[in-house]
């Protein structure tokens, strides 16, 4: 019997590599916001930002051949493209963020980041959520909760309850922006008392691994005050909810209203092709250059900036996040129409939302409705997926050009899947 692709892959990557959906799906041809897998079905794409601009942009596409079939080399050359690219990125960003390390991974950047806050406040201890991603690197898959690192949590990482809207810190809607507060005091607190010492917290400002739970902006301000307070600084973690995605903001942050120290980018930055970078204010660069000796031989390639630049071209061109406010305002309206004895609350903010189910009023989570949701989606054709502590959240949050058409097969489909789904005893 011949081996299958998913035996094959086993043999050759080794067992665990994880797949989406029991089947995983086998694609071959990507186009906008359509997929292609190998048998020719078409899949709406409804969950993937990294091809933000849509799967293979022909000018992105364009871009990283001419570039390619020009000169690919690294920073340690002189080029122009890096350097109009940092000029384009950081002139989007306030808050005096205007330099950048240019790197390949999202992970890169945020170890990039924590390495920034110790640099410049000579300590080491942060702080994250207790329920998040931050990268693969040692040091940042210690703020990663979904598998605990091997001998535990290292002293230097505190991770404080992550904001939840059905369970909120505190035990409370309107409290948990001040519960969250304190338990930012207190675990800043307890790194100094250990001498250990307090250099920043990383967060993503739409809590996305979380959950996106529904908070409101201005909800990080007491935080913000604590961490001021004690002089650390604040990473944002922008790699799911930047570049427009939110509609209303091209940055998370500026749509929670903080002002960030370091920010990192990645996924989304140049459709597909890898690259990160991480942005911070002239002093905290200072800082970090004066610490440490850094170099990255991928980051900041001609070719990848050249992606960098067309992605940023297409978006405005095609006019993208007021696309991503247009479209996210009327599929959140739909969804909230929607009615099913489990689903418990619709939430999101641009072209990124989804809904959190429940079996009951102790708000259980609905893991494996959910998951059969995901699942019964993927059979008609829809690619979503799910998210949050309890992974009882269908997350929607599709490549930027999806359009009113599309919101309509995903959420009559969403209707269909629904009202055939079986409620569990
Ligand atoms: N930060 C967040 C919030 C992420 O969701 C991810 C990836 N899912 C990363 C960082 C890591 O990015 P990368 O996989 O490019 O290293």
């Given at each position: 019997?011949?081996?299958t692709l998913?035996q094959?892959?086993a ?6 590599v994880p ?5 995983p799906?086998h694609l071959?041809?990507?186009?906008g ?20 601009v849509?799967h ?13 079939g020009?000169?690919?080399?690294h ?13 384009r990125l950081?002139?989007?960003?306030g ?9 390949c ?9 924590l390495r920034?806050?110790q ?18 690197t ?12 091997i001998g535990?949590?290292p002293?230097h990482v505190?991770?404080v309850p992550?904001?939840?809207s059905l369970r ?13 507060a304190r338990?930012?005091a207190?675990?800043?607190?307890e790194?100094e ?5 307090f250099?920043?917290m990383?967060?993503c400002p739409?809590?996305?691994?979380e959950?996106?739970?529904a908070?409101e ?8 005050a ?5 002089r650390?600084?604040i ?7 930047g ?11 500026d ?11 990645g996924?989304?930055?140049a459709?597909?092709?890898?690259v ?10 200072a800082?970090f ?5 850094y170099?990255n031989t991928?980051g900041g390639?001609?070719?990848?900036a ?5 992605t ?16 996210g ?5 739909r969804?909230?129409a ?7 609350e619709v939430?999101?903010h ?12 102790a ?6 409705f ?5 699942e019964r989606?993927?059979a ?12 009882n959240?269908l997350?929607?949050r ?5 359009g009113?058409a599309?919101a309509?097969?995903?959420i ?14």
């Open positions: 019997m011949s081996e998913t094959r892959r043999r050759l990557m080794g067992p665990n797949t989406f959906y029991e089947t799906v071959v041809r990507g186009e916001v359509w997929l292609w897998d190998a048998e020719g079905r078409k899949y709406l794409d409804a969950y993937n930002n990294v091809p933000h849509g293979c942009h022909p000018k992105v596409v364009e871009a990283i051949c001419r570039q390619a020009v000169l690919n080399t920073t340690r050359y002189l080029h122009d493209l890096v350097l109009d690219y940092i000029e950081t002139a989007t960003m808050h005096g963020l205007s330099q950048a390390i240019m790197v991974t999202g992970s890169e950047a945020n170890d990039i980041a920034m806050a640099a410049a406040t000579g300590k080491r201890g942060i702080i994250a959520t207790d329920n998040t991603y931050h990268g693969n040692t040091a940042t898959s210690q703020l990663s909760t979904r598998r605990p690192p535990g949590y002293a505190r991770l992550a904001p939840d909120p810190v505190g035990g409370s809607r309107e409290g948990q922006a001040a519960a969250f338990n930012v207190r675990a800043i607190a790194l008392d250990s001498g250990i010492g250099s920043g990383m967060l739409f809590f996305a691994n959950g996106f739970p908070i902006p201005g909800f990080f301000a007491e935080t913000e604590v961490i001021r307070r004690a650390g600084l990473l944002c973690d922008e790699v799911q909810p570049f427009g995605r939110l509609g209303s903001h091209m940055w998370g942050h749509w929670l209203g903080i002002r960030p120290d370091v920010v990192t980018v996924k989304p930055m459709n597909g092709h890898p990160a970078a991480v942005v911070a204010r002239p002093d905290v660069m800082d250059r004066e610490a440490f000796g170099f991928f390639n001609p070719v990848s050249a992606a960098c630049l067309a940023l071209d297409v978006m405005q061109e095609e006019g993208l996040q007021a696309n991503a406010a247009k479209v305002a009327y599929a959140l309206d969804l909230r929607l009615r099913h004895p489990l689903l418990a939430r999101g641009g072209l990124f939302f989804g809904a959190e189910f429940v079996l009951d009023d708000m259980t989570p609905a893991t494996a959910v998951a059969e949701v995901v989606m993927r008609r054709g829809i690619l979503t997926n799910r998210i949050g502590r309890h992974m959240t997350k929607i599709p490549p930027m050009p999806f009113l599309e309509d097969l995903l009559d489909t969403l209707a269909e899947v629904l009202a055939e789904s079986a409620v569990p005893a």
